[in-house]
């Protein structure tokens, strides 16, 4: 935290500066609740200077000479026009980068601090056309380095996700606007943080991002009237926001931001997919509550996608535990791909289940497990045999490599449905006979495969006997020229039966649509 008034000539020759030119540079950080220092990157340094004002009004007074950018390594460097002996120097240190301004929550503006807070700032007076002002200073006082740390940790987040978006989208992530104030009554144009929380990494990450959520998804556009896919697109938006602190901060070496015990407990707490005050059957606004209206689920599932556990990879990461079902690691920059390309939907927050199709196309199948673990839902894949004429509805890995490893083709995701029971639902059970998958949760349908000689393969997923909000219908359609049953959701796969001469025999139930 000490100044310096130095003379480096050959080194500001070799930079181009002219003779006749005072320079000023330092290195600029601030410290974090953890007693981290880092720097302040970068961000816009003013450079002011008392001087002599001539013409009219002339006199001595401040003037906003020049300013400069510091370096990721919180270094400026600049030089201004000698104005004589006497002129005195100060810089102002402005809370602002390529991702955040920060602004002043008492007198508008963007925020800035002088080096020497919270005493007043100091000033350096200029000698001769030589001399070299040094402003390097550690900010340290809370009430100024939150405003840093807001900036910083943003400017990292932003980082994390220009490094990671589809290289095929060209719309760049604009820069946002943050204050803090404990009443978000006010509006504001821009992120609104508690006034305690500026040093509250995981806090200013996670107001991130949903403002990063929704630019680069295409969303906010138009208001979604379906209460059930509000909440779907509340829960998802939720549970990312739960789940993005956490990748953005394990691509950071420890003691970066957190300490190595704080990085465990928060790891720990993500993968355990708590759910306190959340509670699967019930039934509220939304209709019945399902998994995927679980933010802390959806946020441990996308977790799974990008930890790795200490057991699983030499690169691991602290409180992840060893899990038969999650065979992923570090595939949060395709979380960020399928969100920015993928599933934009207009609406206020894309679902769980759009995301899942577009994983899907990019990973397939790399979801099922995960999801399946947590009683997300799954999707109802559907696949055709060409040689037998049989359509194969499956939401099982199973039932998926059965597919394959008959020759089936994939086709599309019918609809999503249930890896478990959920209070309410039925079994969507598989038969085969007569070289046909038949799926069914109905017992007339039951009933037709037994009466025929077909057997049980298994119970493929779960779904409503009865319309919920949010649902659509799973229907059986059946041709006699191929002796195939047809399990069907989608409008396509419907006109695709009605062209083909199947003839619709009944509705077996209700499943969550696609888009």
């Known amino acids: 935290m000490k100044t310096f008034l130095t003379i480096l000539p050959l080194t500001l020759l070799a930079a181009g500066f002219p003779l006749r030119a005072e320079t000023v540079h330092g290195t600029l950080r601030y410290m974090d609740s953890n007693g981290m220092v880092h720097p302040i990157a970068n961000a816009t340094v003013e450079i002011w200077r008392w001087r002599w004002r001539w013409g009219m009004f002339s006199g001595y007074d ?19 026009p000698f104005e004589g002996g006497g002129v005195v120097c100060s810089v102002r240190v402005l809370a602002n980068n390529q991702a955040a301004v920060v602004y002043n929550e008492n007198y508008g503006g963007t925020f800035y601090a002088e080096p020497g807070h919270p005493a007043s700032g100091f000033r350096l007076k200029v000698n001769c056309p030589s001399d070299v002002l040094d402003f390097s200073w550690d900010f340290w006082d809370p009430a100024v ?11 990292q987040a932003y980082l994390y996700v220009t490094q990671n978006r589809d290289p095929m989208e060209t719309d760049p992530l604009p820069q946002v606007n943050v204050i803090f104030r404990d009443s978000t009554s006010d509006p504001f144009d821009g992120i609104i943080l ?9 806090t200013v990450l996670a107001a991130y991002a949903k403002f990063m959520l929704a630019k680069i998804s295409g969303t906010g556009s138009k208001a979604n009237t379906d209460a059930r896919k509000a909440c779907a697109g509340q ?6 926001t739960r789940f993005f602190p956490r990748a953005v901060l394990r691509k950071f070496p420890e003691w970066a931001f957190e300490t190595p015990s704080q990085i465990e407990t928060a790891n720990r707490e993500l993968e355990n997919a708590y759910v306190a005050g959340e509670v699967i059957g019930q039934y509220g606004n939304c209709g019945l509550i399902t998994p995927d209206l679980i933010p802390g689920l959806i946020a441990a599932a996308l977790w799974d996608l990008a930890d790795a556990s200490c057991g699983q990879s030499s690169r691991c990461d602290r409180g992840s535990a060893i899990e038969d079902f999650d065979n992923a690691s570090d595939l949060d920059g395709l979380i960020l791909k399928v969100i920015d390309r993928d599933m934009p939907s207009g609406y206020d927050f894309p679902t769980l289940t759009r995301f899942y199709t577009g994983f899907d196309k990019r990973r397939f199948g790399a979801l099922d497990s995960i999801f399946s673990h947590y009683g997300l839902p799954v999707p109802l894949r559907l696949f055709y045999s060409d040689w037998r004429g049989d359509n194969f509805s499956t939401a099982t890995s199973k039932g998926m490599q059965d597919a394959i490893n008959a020759g089936y083709r994939f086709v599309r995701i019918e609809g999503y449905v249930f890896p478990n029971y959920q209070n309410g639902a039925v079994p969507l059970k598989l038969y085969w006979g007569r070289s046909d998958n038949f799926t069914t949760a109905t017992p007339a349908g039951e009933q037709d495969a037994l009466a025929v000689g077909y057997t049980l393969a298994r119970v493929e997923a779960y779904l409503y006997p009865n319309p919920q909000l949010g649902t659509v219908p799973l229907n059986l359609y059946y041709s006699v020229a191929r002796g195939d049953n047809f399990t069907l959701a989608t409008t396509t796969a419907e006109t695709d039966a009605q062209n083909a001469s199947y003839r619709f025999v009944r509705n077996e139930g209700y499943l969550l649509p696609v888009n």
Not at 67 to 80: I, K, P, R, S, V
Not at 235 to 240: D, L, R, S, V
């Open 235 to 240: 829960a998802f938006a939720e549970g990312f």
């Open 62 to 80: 401040w003037f906003k000479d020049g300013y400069a950018l510091t370096n990721e390594n919180g270094y400026f460097l600049t030089a201004l």
């Open 194 to 202: 508690p006034k305690g929380s500026g040093l509250q990494t995981v």
């Open 145 to 155: 380095t939150r405003h840093y740390h807001a900036a910083e940790s943003i400017r």
